[in-house]
């Protein structure tokens, strides 16, 4: 990945791969850091404005996640795609943590 970053910065999903990494890792910073490149570069990819959400959930910034979720209602298909993420949400088998109450309550908000 990372030679792949010397040649070609905006290769689609190079960021949003690194940032998958990064998560795993529980390196929020970098998976910021990473998804906001990716959301840079490619706009229109809602897989890393969920992981960013995703990771500003983990880290209890609301705000962000605020912020995150209004850039991402406003895309084309936004809101039918957080409409898919707030069902799949529902979905959890271990039932519903407070992290994910708290994301799904944003996202009806969002879709309101």
Excluded: R
Excluded at 9 to 35: G, M, P, R, T
Excluded at 44 to 69: F, G, I, T
């Amino acid at each position: 990945m990372d030679k792949l970053a010397e040649i070609n910065q905006n290769h689609k999903n190079l960021w949003f791969k690194k940032a998958q990494i990064a998560s795993v890792k529980k390196d929020y910073n970098k998976e910021e850091e990473y998804c906001l490149k990716e959301i840079g570069a490619h706009p229109s990819n809602k897989e890393a404005y969920l992981l960013l959400m995703d990771c500003y959930s983990d880290n209890n910034e609301y705000e962000k996640l605020d912020s995150v979720l209004e850039d991402l209602s406003k895309l084309d298909d936004g809101k039918d795609y957080l409409l898919q993420v707030y069902l799949l949400l529902g979905k959890g088998e271990d039932g519903e943590t407070e992290q994910t109450k708290i994301l799904k309550e944003k996202i009806k908000n969002a879709l309101l």
